[in-house]
């Protein structure tokens, strides 16, 4: 029976890191992930867990280490945010390349200049194209969940890469809600003991990691990693359905909200949703005909999923918490339009809204303006495809 209990985002993330009690854990502290390692910490001076705590001194040396132990066959994380996911940068490529499954918490906060400490998706979204599996979180229930169905991913023999979990810093990491845990002895059985069969410290198999890669190899290596992802594709649905036989928490590739007549519908990520869905359910009380779609797992994206989902739609509006300064559009947004390319005369229209950066309220005055602006897209009148949610002139 599941334990019940009050924790923010982060406690909740900093708890599940202690039921698996990973080999590594290196970090180093950035607002407002700062909490994961730190509540994690008390629990290694407290005797509760038998990692190794690395302080690093930076998150590029923090990541380093976790990329040399995860080399050494070591169930390896960290944590970070914005500007640490950005030092970084460089040995995100190196993890992915490797094929090394290290799991990192990413609390989502906004980069630089001008300075901000609040919640957008431009850390995770910059990173997007790195390699790296990423899921999201709607809220603390679904942060401290998606930890360990992170973990299945990355370390499933057929895939073998290493996974963002995301969460909104501050909106999710620092509110309090309540939370079911899993008992510590499902835990252990749902993660189930990790062995990498190749590794640095394995005498009966010497290897060479992370050697230089001339041009008549290196395209082939690269190769292998989009079959890494293309397999990730395969094998997400089958963990999804494993936890929620354990957990009765179903899960998909996306949440589909009052999508069964929608007319207009909105796709949005992490904890926005829980704004949209009450205006959705306000405007169906109306008699509108409409939904909402939340994104769960960004990579792989689930191109054919989002498609079909979105194939008896009208008109769809995309909901960025990032920009891509592209000039046409949020990074979800350019997803999302390439997937239901292929639906012909059943393709929807689609706009783009980029909303809520660097911490701005987004309250429900604002997403119903979204579906109203919908209507006049259905209605042929529509304004830019790609605009912004709010912003004062």
Not at 29 to 39: A, L
Not at 255 to 279: F, H, P
Not at 280 to 296: N, S, W, Y
Not at 341 to 369: C, S, T, W
Request: charged share 20%; with cysteine; hydrophobic share 40%.
């Amino acid at each position: 029976m599941a334990v019940k209990d009050r924790l923010t985002g982060n406690e909740a993330v900093a708890y599940a890191v202690k039921q698996v009690n990973p080999d590594v854990f290196a970090a180093f502290p950035i607002t407002p992930s700062t909490d994961v390692p730190m509540i994690f910490s008390s629990y290694l001076a407290n005797g509760e867990v038998t990692s190794e705590f690395v302080l690093a001194e930076s998150e590029h040396s923090a990541m380093s280490a976790c990329i040399g132990a995860a080399c050494s066959g070591a169930r390896t994380l960290t944590a970070t945010s914005a500007c640490g996911l950005a030092l970084m940068w460089e040995l995100l490529y190196v993890a992915s390349g490797m094929r090394l499954p290290i799991m990192m918490p990413v609390i989502n906060r906004a980069f630089s200049a001008p300075l901000n400490i609040n919640c957008d998706h431009s850390d995770s979204m910059g990173a997007r194209d790195t390699g790296w599996i990423q899921l999201y979180a709607e809220n603390n229930q679904e942060a401290y969940d998606n930890y360990f169905i992170g973990m299945r991913i990355g370390e499933h023999k057929d895939v073998l890469l290493p996974v963002m979990s995301c969460q909104d810093g501050f909106i999710t990491s620092h509110g309090l809600e309540n939370i079911d845990l899993i008992e510590d002895d499902k835990v252990k059985k749902f993660i189930g003991n990790y062995s990498n069969e190749v590794s640095l410290i394995n005498p009966k198999h010497p290897v060479s990691m992370g050697p230089y890669d001339i041009p008549f190899y290196y395209m082939e290596h690269k190769y292998q990693q989009v079959q890494a992802v293309k397999n990730a594709k395969k094998v997400i649905p089958g963990i999804f359905k494993e936890f929620g036989e354990l957990t009765g928490r179903k899960y998909s590739w996306f949440e589909e909200y009052k999508m069964e007549d929608a007319e207009r519908a909105i796709i949005i990520l992490n904890s926005s949703a829980g704004t949209a869905k009450a205006v959705v359910d306000q405007l169906r009380a109306k008699g509108e005909k409409v939904g909402l779609i939340k994104i769960r797992v960004y990579r792989p994206f689930p191109m054919e999923e989002i498609a079909a989902a979105l194939s008896k739609v009208k008109a769809v509006a995309v909901m960025d918490k990032a920009d891509s300064f592209s000039n046409c559009g949020g990074p979800v947004y350019t997803d999302v339009r390439h997937a239901c390319y292929d639906l012909g005369e059943n393709r929807p229209k689609i706009i783009n809204f980029i909303y809520g950066l660097g911490g701005r309220d987004v309250q429900m005055d604002n997403i119903a303006h979204v579906y109203e602006e919908l209507k006049k897209t259905m209605a042929g009148s529509g304004g830019e495809l790609y605009r912004y949610l709010g912003l004062r002139e």
